[in-house]
């Protein structure tokens, strides 16, 4: 698939479910109750117009087939004919058998790794569309502390693939660890540079090096006095040698 191609899926996607969202936006409304003089509260709810009851139902209907039973079809087909072909995919050249076996549990790994992601949606997204839909049959009584639990396991689904993939993919656990080695690294030069602030912790100078240090300092004033052909000027070389 080309980048240009791979764009216009993703743009697809995205208006094809800010569609699906409209009739939610748009039939939403801000009742005021009062329930005593003290007590007044403010929810935005659902107002669909007349039959508002079987509206709702189709909406939540339309809603269960397009947003989880679609997507977990299109899943489901497009992972087991991407496990299929990798099933029967072959190695090129020849190879012992100890290799045919470590290929064929890395593909049985990859096999595996699909069909979880799918799995994973599957469940996580089925409680809160079976709730929703048995809300707006009125089957069961609402209850806002199962629908928002229901909710959160819903949108928690994408926070378990990365575990799925670090798990069972060997490749995406080094490239994992190799990012994590890199950044542990990072901190260590960063820390070893960063200069000390305090005065009391400066390194002092051994003995050797200040030797050195007045070594070399009186070896360049001898070569001056070598090289000019006047007298140097002892009092402007004391305090360079004084400062080194």
């Known amino acids: 698939m080309s980048t240009a191609r791979g764009v216009a899926c993703i743009a697809f996607i995205w208006i094809m479910a800010s569609c699906f969202s409209l009739p939610h ?21 659902h107002d669909f117009p007349d039959p508002a009851d079987l509206y709702w139902k189709y909406i939540d209907l339309a809603t269960l087939i397009l947003l989880y039973v679609l997507p977990l079809l299109i899943i489901s087909v497009a992972y087991t004919t991407v496990a299929k072909r990798l099933w029967r995919r072959n190695t090129i050249g020849d190879v012992t058998t100890e290799q045919y076996f470590a290929h064929k549990r890395k593909k049985k790994t990859t096999i ?34 199962l629908y928002f639990t229901f909710h959160w396991f819903a949108m928690s689904s994408t926070c378990y693939n990365p575990f799925i993939y670090c798990w069972l993919n060997e490749k995406f656990r080094s490239e994992l660890k190799y990012l ?65």
């Open 25 to 45: 936006a748009i039939y939403q409304k801000l009742f005021t109750f009062s329930y005593s003089k003290d007590t007044i509260r403010s929810l935005c709810v």
């Open 112 to 145: 595996k790794m699909l069909m979880m992601v799918v799995v994973v949606f599957a469940v996580c997204w089925f409680p809160l569309n079976c709730y929703v839909v048995l809300i707006s049959s009125q089957t069961i009584r609402s209850s806002h502390a």
């Open 180 to 244: 994590m080695n890199i950044c542990k690294k990072k901190q260590r030069v960063e820390e070893h540079m960063l200069p000390s602030t305090d005065p009391g912790h400066r390194t002092a100078w051994s003995e050797s090096n200040r030797n050195y240090t007045r070594a070399k300092a009186s070896q360049s004033l001898r070569s001056t006095s070598n090289i000019q052909s006047g007298k140097t000027d002892i009092s402007a070389v004391e305090p360079i040698v004084a400062v080194t």
